[in-house]
């Protein structure tokens, strides 16, 4: 059974970095797209990067020119360099994996990892 992994949320103190990791347990086959996700309180999920599995990128623009997503070559791993950190980039960050096999897309989800930002 496939499992997403997360690692590597902690506390920063602003203007600092923090790199997230999340590998999957088990193959996924059809992989479309890779992301992260974060959810502060009181505030909805919202996508901070993705990539495609041909390597395109794109960001929210509040994370912009700071934050990095790449990916591993066998496409089982997906990455988060977090660059210049702000206090409203605390959150819980979630992995995606999605699929895409016969019509349907499959989400998968990590099981969260919290960055907190304070001085």
């Known amino acids: 059974q496939v499992q997403l992994v997360e690692s590597g949320g902690g506390l920063v103190q602003p203007g600092g970095s923090l790199r997230l990791s999340c590998a999957a347990s088990g193959n996924i086959f059809g992989i479309s797209a890779m992301g992260w996700y974060r959810q502060a309180p009181g505030k909805q999920r919202e996508l901070v990067a993705g990539?495609?599995?041909?390597?395109?990128?794109n960001y929210a623009d509040s994370v912009k020119g700071r934050f990095t997503i790449s990916r591993d070559s066998a496409q089982n791993t997906v990455y988060l360099q977090m660059n210049s950190l702000k206090p409203e980039a605390t959150a819980v960050y979630y992995c995606?994996?999605?699929?895409?096999?016969?019509?349907?897309?499959?989400?998968?989800w990590g099981q969260g990892t919290q960055v907190t930002v304070s001085s």
């Open positions: 995606n994996f999605k699929s895409l096999r016969m019509i349907v897309t499959h989400d998968y």
């Open positions: 990539i495609t599995s041909g390597g395109s990128t």
